[in-house]
């Protein structure tokens, strides 16, 4: 096969010099195909300088635009609704608020409304009531009063019913037996915070059973109004004074009938020995 020619058109050739005489004559690789480049062409941009200006990066763009060629926001944006003013956002309760309409102050609102009526149906049960008046009780300091009069249904020559009131221990009310009662009126209104009574003849226990005393009493309270309260008061048969919880307020007059005697023999009596009232300072 002849050599091929120097001009052959198949593939680029290494460039050969001079040859010589001892050279070896070497294979040839043909060459790779290389790919075309593209052919950029410069983009025609058109001039938008007197249209509508952007409301976010001021770009002006032609009027039929609906959104910015530069930064694509909203040409025309719909305009917001105005914010509802807090009144009108609290009631129904599944209104939605919108931005800006005073949720803080509506939630406060609401707040102090139902805490405002927790509070005055607390106050006007007489259970809320009550409890204040017991808990303003335990903080308050109770001091003695003395009523202005003491009558009784009876009693015995040297026992007269006003020993009840005298201040000493060692005297004694002498009742004709049981429901005998006593009744005590004050000068003006008062809260009864408690009472302290001492049964039988003395708060000495050698003194205490040598008559006979009621371990049970009811107590009528009758209040300025004209209002009564009645209470079953238990006494514990032992000498010396026993305090009754009462917490009465707008105390007028207050009667005491023995009931239960105890320690009756024939020739002794029913003993009173002090009963004694305490005020809310």
Not at 225 to 253: M, N, W
Request: net charge positive; glycine share 8%; aromatic share 6%.
């Amino acid at each position: 096969m002849p050599p091929r020619s120097p001009s052959s058109p198949i593939g680029p050739r290494t460039p050969v010099g001079p040859a010589s005489a001892g050279d070896p004559i070497l294979p040839v690789l043909p060459a790779k195909a290389a790919a075309p480049r593209p052919v950029v062409r410069p983009a025609v941009v058109e001039d938008e300088a007197s249209g509508l200006a952007c409301p976010e990066c001021g770009a002006a763009n032609r009027p039929d635009r609906r959104f910015c060629r530069r930064c694509a926001a909203e040409l025309r944006p719909a305009p917001k609704a105005a914010p509802l003013p807090w009144w009108r956002t609290v009631w129904p309760f599944r209104r939605r608020a919108r931005a800006g309409s005073g949720k803080g102050t509506r939630f406060v609102v609401i707040l102090l409304a139902v805490l405002a009526l927790c509070a005055a149906g607390f106050l006007l049960m007489p259970a809320g009531r009550a409890l204040i008046e017991d808990t303003r009780d335990k903080l308050g300091k109770a001091t003695a009063i003395t009523p202005v009069s003491t009558e009784g249904s009876g009693d015995l020559p040297g026992h007269p019913v006003t020993n009840t009131t005298d201040g000493i221990n060692n005297t004694y009310w002498a009742a004709p037996g049981a429901g005998a009662s006593v009744t005590y009126t004050f000068r003006k209104p008062f809260r009864m915070v408690d009472l302290i009574i001492t049964n039988g003849t003395s708060k000495s226990p050698e003194e205490y059973a040598r008559q006979g005393r009621a371990l049970q009493m009811d107590m009528e309270v009758t209040t300025a109004d004209g209002t009564r309260q009645t209470k079953e008061l238990t006494l514990s048969d032992k000498a010396g004074p026993q305090t009754i919880l009462t917490g009465i307020s707008d105390v007028k007059t207050v009667r005491l009938t023995l009931r239960t005697p105890a320690g009756l023999s024939p020739g002794t009596h029913l003993a009173l020995a002090e009963v004694e009232f305490f005020q809310r300072s």
